[in-house]
Structures are given as C-alpha cells and as structure tokens.
C-alpha cells in the first residue's frame, strides 16, 4: 500500500511540473505576441485561443490532484470544527468516498465529451488560422482521473488505517528566514 502511495505521489509531482510549465509557456508565448504585435505590427496567430484551451486548461486541471494529495483545497470548517475529533476524522474520511464518487462521474462525463469532440475533430477558427482544439478535452478527465484515484487511495487507507506513501507534507515558509 505504501508503494503505491509514493507511486501516486510521484505521478502527481509530474503533473504539478506539467502544470507548471503550461504556465511558463503562457507567459512566454503571451509575452512574444505582445512584442511581435507593437514591434513588428504582427501578431502570433491564434495566441488567445491557444492559451485558453491549452495553457490555462493544463494548468488549471492536470494538477487538481497535487492540491488533494496535500490537503491544499480551501476548506470551510465553520460546523465540523466544533465536533469531537473522532468524529471530525470519520466525517472527512467519508467525505472522501463522495469526493471519489463525484470526481469519477465528472471524469466519465469529460471523457465521453473528449470522445465526441475527438471524432467531430473540433477546432477553432481564430481569423485566418484553425486551431485544432480536440485533444485538449482530454486533460480534463485525465486530472479528474488522477483525483478520482488519489481521493480513493485515501478513503481505502482512511479505512484500513495503512501506512499512506502519499507527500501529505505542505510545504510552509521559513519564519527565521528573511
């Protein structure tokens, strides 16, 4: 069990990275388009449609399961806060079992739509230039996907009370560093 943890742990560290270089990327290429635009009166065909359905889409979904695997997502504790620890710890354990129910229909549902828009060849027309956008609908359900067996993971070791593998440590600042 704890094999697998470090596995998942290191598939999400990837995806992180993935994510992290959509956002670099972005930043060159809106960065480029901007110079090309007032400097030499041309724009980078297509830069507003490529950064939405690429760059943003990576950076916002492939990730989604880093955040879980740290216990990163905003939480509101306004009521469970207030109850006996054991059952706070019973309570978020079972929220994780619908958390997996929910993300594994959001990644059946992205799949199925990554399948139509695959076999329609979906593009967008940006002026002059077309831009294939299909196989962008993929890294939907593949972030979903990967949140789906993360939040499972936890639930199967919430249950049997393994040893988790997964980098639970969050990263916090230094106080005695300036």
């Given amino acids: 069990m704890y094999k697998l943890g470090r596995l998942l742990s290191k598939i999400t ?3 992180t990275i993935v994510g992290g270089l959509a ?3 972005m930043m060159i290429h809106i960065t480029l388009d901007i110079v090309c635009r007032f400097i ?5 065909p297509g830069t507003i449609t490529i950064v939405s359905n690429y760059y943003m889409v990576i950076a916002a979904f492939v990730p989604l399961a880093f955040a879980e695997q740290k216990d990163a997502h905003i939480s509101v504790e ?3 806060e207030r109850l006996p620890g ?5 309570l978020a354990g079972w929220c994780l079992l619908l958390s997996t129910v ?3 229909l959001l990644t059946v549902r992205n799949w199925q739509e990554a399948i139509v828009k695959m076999n329609i060849g979906a593009s967008i027309v940006q002026g002059d230039t077309s831009i294939v956008i299909w196989y962008t609908y993929f890294f939907l359900p ?3 996907g990967l949140m789906t067996i993360v939040l499972f993971y936890k639930f199967v070791v919430y249950l049997t ?6 980098d639970d440590e969050r990263a916090t600042p230094n106080p005695t560093a300036d």
């Fill in 40 to 44: 030499f009166n041309t724009p980078i």
């Fill in 78 to 80: 306004v009521f469970t």
């Fill in 102 to 104: 929910v993300f594994g």
């Fill in 13 to 15: 560290d990837v995806t």
């Fill in 142 to 144: 593949i972030g979903f």
């Fill in 161 to 166: 009370g393994a040893r988790s593998g997964l």
């Fill in 86 to 90: 054991f059952i706070q710890r019973h």
């Fill in 23 to 25: 956002i670099a990327l």
